[in-house]
C-alpha cells in the first residue's frame, strides 16, 4: 500500500535559506532540506486502487488557481505542540487560494472514502520532528530566531508524494504533478 499525500514543492533556494535555522536544538530530528514540502491534504495509507483514482482525480483541482502559480510567503518559525512540543515549522502566510485547494483536496479524500481531516489546515514546513525535547529549551531555541523570514517564492505545481509504506518519513517521491499554468 503505498503512503500518499499531496503537497507543494519548497524551491531549493528557500529550502536552503530554512536549512540555516537547523541545529542547536538538542533532541530535535531535523528534516532533510531536499523534503521540505507544504502538505495539502494527507491520504495515508490507500490502496492501489484508490491510488489510482487520487492520480486521476487530483487532476480537477489544478484548475483552482486559475491558471497562474501560487504566491507563497514563509512569514516565521512556530512550534506545534506548545507545552509538549512535536514539530518545529515554518508557517506560510495566510492564502484563500491555497486553503481552496486545500479544501479541494479534502472534498476528493472524502468523496473516495478517506476518512476525514479532523485538524484545520494550517499550511507550514516542517523543520524538526521533536520528542523529549522541553518547552523551556524550544522556547529558548525560538527566542533566538525571533525575526522575520519573508521567504517568498511562486509554487508552480502540486504534486502527489508517496513516503515509505507505513513509516512515513523521506526521502519523499513524487508520483504525478500537477502544471497550474
Known amino acids: 500500500m503505498p503512503r500518499l499525500f499531496s503537497g507543494l514543492e519548497i524551491p531549493p533556494a528557500i529550502a ?28 495515508g495509507d490507500v490502496d492501489r486502487h484508490v491510488a489510482q483514482v487520487l492520480v486521476e482525480d487530483l487532476a480537477e483541482t489544478e484548475r483552482i488557481s486559475g491558471g497562474r502559480p501560487l504566491a507563497l510567503e514563509l512569514d516565521e518559525i512556530g512550534v506545534f505542540g506548545n507545552d509538549f512540543p512535536r514539530a518545529l515549522f515554518a508557517r506560510v502566510k495566510s492564502d484563500a487560494l491555497l486553503g481552496r485547494l486545500a479544501s479541494a ?8 472514502g478517506l476518512k476525514p481531516e479532523t485538524r484545520k ?58 502544471p497550474f499554468a
Request: glycine share 8%.
Open 16 to 43: 536552503s535559506a530554512l536549512a540555516f535555522c537547523r541545529g542547536g536544538l538538542a533532541g530535535a530530528r531535523w528534516i532533510e532540506p531536499a523534503d521540505y514540502h507544504i502538505t495539502l491534504r494527507f491520504f
Open 105 to 112: 483536496h479534502e472534498s476528493l479524500a472524502r468523496r473516495n
Open 121 to 178: 489546515f494550517a499550511p507550514h514546513v516542517t523543520l524538526a520532528r521533536l520528542r523529549g525535547v522541553s518547552a523551556r529549551d524550544v522556547g529558548a531555541w525560538l527566542s533566538e530566531r525571533a525575526f522575520p523570514l519573508a521567504l517568498k517564492f511562486e509554487a508552480e505545481r502540486f504534486v502527489l508524494f508517496s513516503s515509505r509504506d507505513s513509516v512515513g518519513g523521506g526521502p519523499y517521491r513524487v508520483e504525478a504533478d500537477y
